[in-house]
């Protein structure tokens, strides 16, 4: 018999990835994303179990342990990572809740393997939870698990965190499975989202797709005799892992080395993202490259490191993204290098935490540029690692973070002035004035940090705390 566990992480992808073909020590690879660095501390401390999917097409592995931290791999075929994850997920769902940046395909195939794969990740999560367990659902993926998890066993307890936004009826109801949808999440005992203005959005959703009634946060369900929380739960990075990173004399000594290789500007401007058209790299590329042209920023001067991780590769729009970003690096460094020192250094690789931390040390300007974005933890990561009060963040208005880091330079990253502006604003901000806003930004942070953000979801759901998050 399996062993069950009082706390199940349901999600996507596994903490880990398996990398085919790697040495035996490097099979399993931290998995991208937020979610990651959210959840690990909770389950560590917690000492529960993680479902997910390895990240690997027809992979079949059994439960493992990743220092000491039990994961229970969830097999996808090539199919479901067609069908479910890039088609449904990331062709239908990921862009209609990021406002229709690119446009949302609807196929009723998808749908049947999003429903099919729900359902399995909803299985396997129920064959380890023990009586009355708390199974914590995360992300858009797994809309439909909650309803599901409490059709079979209604003793458990059941959260669900949506990372991403949650768009506008106006939007929302182009989806074929809207009501599917609704329902599915009702199924929570709480359902959370990154905002204010997400938690309003679903809970109109459900206003207008059901005959529920809503109260405040609350929505009621008198025929099961319970009640749903939808309200924000704004989420965090673990700051006291990045402020120790940052104290550490190596990393200290890789930033300036970073700095060094790129040539010692006076200026160095970072952008840290997946390589998703949400993130806003093109607009941010074309208000660089115009305030070389307009001769606001001089070449000499000013370095942009662009990390843009790799990213839902064989998704057409995501190819195309690409393409386009790279012709764009290629425009402005074509225009404005000088032998060996090209004003921006694009780097289409993931690095561990301790090197990022050495380029947010190295980075005067983090630029975070998204078109819409659940949260961006990038924005977090900067301040928390910036314990020398330096550096100014450029921070979109469409990010889930700028309701939190008003001390930014806050954008609207479609305004191709506004962004070359704020830019403009964040490279010439004095270092009295960098200190004032890192030191509010960074209290915010601190205070608020992933372990504040767990206790506050487990709490709501465990019905002690409702509190302010
Ligand atoms: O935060 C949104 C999210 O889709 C996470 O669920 C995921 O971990 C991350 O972005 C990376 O995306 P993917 O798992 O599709 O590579």
Same mark, same amino acid.
């Given at each position: 018999? $399996? ?10 992808? =596994? ?30 401390? $917690? ?9 690997? /097409? ?6 493992? +342990? ?11 075929? +090539? ?15 990921? !862009?209609? #809740? ?5 446009? !949302? +395909?609807?196929? $009723? ?30 992300? #858009? ?53 990154? $905002? ?35 309200? !924000? ?27 060094? +290789? ?10 840290? &993202?997946?390589?998703? #058209? ?13 305030? =070389? ?33 790279? *012709? ?17 250094? #694009? ?25 819409? &974005? ?14 020398? =009060? ?10 889930? /973070? ?26 010439? *901000?004095?270092?009295?004035?960098? /200190?004032?806003? *890192? ?31």
């Amino acid at each position: 018999m $399996r062993p069950a566990y009082d706390l199940v992480v349901v999600s996507n992808r =596994l903490p880990v990835d398996y990398q085919p073909g790697a040495a035996d020590s490097e099979q399993w690879r931290p998995s991208p994303g937020g979610l990651v660095t959210a959840l690990e501390p909770v389950l560590r401390e $917690r000492g529960g179990v993680w479902v997910g999917w390895p990240g690997v /097409a027809d992979l079949e592995v059994g439960p493992f +342990e990743i220092d000491g931290m039990p994961l229970i791999p969830v097999p996808l075929s +090539e199919q479901d990572v067609e069908r479910y994850y890039e088609g449904m997920a990331n062709g239908t769902l990921w !862009p209609l #809740y990021h406002d229709v940046i690119v446009s !949302p +395909e609807y196929h $009723r195939q998808w749908w049947e393997a999003y429903l099919e794969v729900n359902r399995r990740f909803a299985e396997a999560a129920l064959a380890v939870a023990a009586p009355g367990a708390t199974v914590w659902v995360h992300d #858009y993926q797994l809309q439909l698990v909650p309803r599901m998890l409490r059709d079979a066993r209604p003793d458990l307890v059941i959260g669900f965190f949506n990372h991403i936004p949650f768009p506008a009826h106006g939007l929302f109801s182009q989806l074929p499975w809207r009501r599917q949808i609704v329902e599915g999440l009702l199924g929570a005992d709480v359902v959370g989202f990154q $905002r204010t203005a997400d938690a309003s959005n679903f809970r109109r959703a459900v206003q207008r797709l059901t005959h529920l009634r809503i109260r405040g946060d609350l929505i009621e369900l008198p025929q099961e005799g319970r009640e749903v929380l939808a309200r !924000p739960f704004p989420i965090s990075i673990d700051a006291g892992a990045y402020q120790e990173l940052a104290k550490r004399p190596d990393i200290w000594a890789r930033a300036k080395e970073i700095r060094r +290789e790129l040539g010692d500007p006076k200026v160095v401007l970072l952008g840290v &993202d997946r390589l998703d #058209y949400t993130k806003g790299i093109l607009h941010r590329l074309k208000a660089f490259g115009e305030l =070389l042209e307009d001769g606001d920023l001089d070449v000499a001067d000013v370095a942009l490191v662009q990390i843009a991780a790799p990213s839902r590769e064989r998704v057409e729009s995501y190819k195309h993204l690409r393409e386009e970003v790279e *012709m764009m690096v290629s425009r402005v460094n074509g225009d404005f290098s000088s032998l060996g020192r090209p004003p921006i250094t #694009y780097l289409h690789q993931g690095y561990p935490r301790d090197e990022m931390v050495a380029f947010y040390l190295a980075a005067d300007v983090m630029l975070v540029t998204a078109l819409r &974005d659940g949260m961006n933890l990038v924005a977090k990561e900067y301040v928390a690692s910036r314990v020398d =009060l330096h550096g100014a963040l450029v921070l979109s208005e469409f990010a889930g /973070a700028s309701d939190e880091l008003r001390q930014a330079v806050l954008v609207n990253p479609h305004d191709i002035d506004g962004l070359k502006a704020g830019i403009l604003q964040a490279a010439r *901000m004095p270092p009295g004035e960098q /200190a004032r806003r *890192m030191k509010a930004m960074r209290r915010r942070v601190i205070s608020h940090d992933v372990q504040r953000w767990s206790a506050t979801f487990l709490g709501a759901l465990s019905g002690e705390n409702r509190g302010d998050g």
